[in-house]
């Protein structure tokens, strides 16, 4: 049984809630490891279409949990297990959704940065304080951030440390919607189930494809999307969809 977080099955959707509230959930080598044995068990599991992960009230997640890191040093860095679980954690293929209420800093905001469509309570707050601790990000915030908000809000955050409010990550493109704090999950839960009735293969691809848009060129990007499409014309998943639509009923998907 994991200590550090709680796991529950919502039909197709799993919901993941990280539960270290005495630290705010600061990600410990304990959550991070397992946090990466949960996705990895979600990804395994064929009935589970999609991921919600989500904190407390409080805080989504603090950061790296700065008591761990006061005793590593370079080389216990370099061989950090919690370098592993970032790296399972950053591999999940499944669509994932962050519901986020308080504080997402540091390696808070990277993970939730990882997931696919980000849903914030009113009170979240997103930052990246590394630089007050005389380091920088080290899991994505600058590369996802700056890719998210644009180079000159990224800059703001990354070089003084100050976070942002919930509105200000709605302008900013780094979350799709704001909701209220005791609907956040709700509304991720709802967005999840919408996206796990939909034909897996598709969502597994377009996924990939709007991935490859923020790490590719536009004519690669251009060619990779026309492969994906082009096998999804073979599926039987696809013979459903159209024939649903024409029979004026809901499609059966079965991932085929
Ligand atoms: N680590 C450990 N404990 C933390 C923590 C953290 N990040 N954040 C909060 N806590 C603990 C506090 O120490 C306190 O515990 P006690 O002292 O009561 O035992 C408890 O949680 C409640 O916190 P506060 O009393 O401070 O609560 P407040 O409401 O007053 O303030 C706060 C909330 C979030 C503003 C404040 O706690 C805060 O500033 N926390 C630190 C935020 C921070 O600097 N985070 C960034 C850490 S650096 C990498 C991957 C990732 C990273 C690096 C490398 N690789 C893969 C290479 C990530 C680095 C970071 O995230």
Do not use: Y
């Amino acid at each position: 049984m994991p200590q550090t977080l709680a796991v529950e099955q919502l039909q197709a959707v799993r919901l993941i809630t990280l539960q270290r509230p005495q630290a705010l959930n600061a990600l410990n080598t304990e959550l991070l490891g397992e946090l990466a044995a949960a996705l990895s068990a979600a990804e395994a599991d064929p009935e589970t279409r999609a991921v919600v992960l989500t904190g407390s009230r409080k805080a989504f997640a603090a950061g790296a949990d700065i008591k761990e890191m006061a005793e590593r040093d370079l080389v216990g860095i370099l061989n950090d297990p919690r370098q592993a679980s970032w790296q399972t954690i950053t591999r999940f293929s499944k669509p994932l959704i962050a519901a986020v209420n308080g504080f997402a800093l540091g390696g808070g905001c990277e993970l939730a940065m990882h997931a696919d469509i980000l849903i914030a309570g009113e009170d979240a707050r997103f930052g990246q304080p590394e630089i007050n601790l005389g380091i920088m990000p080290g899991a994505g915030g600058t590369q996802r951030l700056l890719r998210a908000v644009g180079k000159s809000l990224a800059m703001q955050m990354v070089l003084t440390g100050e976070a942002i409010d919930a509105r200000h990550a709605l302008r900013a493109g780094l979350v799709s919607e704001i909701t209220q704090p005791e609907f956040t999950v709700e509304r991720a839960l709802q967005i999840a189930h919408a996206i796990a009735a939909k034909a897996p293969l598709a969502v597994r691809l377009a996924k990939e494809a709007l991935l490859k848009a923020m790490d590719t060129d536009l004519a690669s990007g251009l060619r990779f999307e026309r492969h994906a499409f082009t096998l999804l014309a073979g599926t039987a998943d696809r013979d459903e969809g159209i024939r649903a639509f024409q029979d004026k009923r809901a499609p059966q998907f079965r991932g085929q």
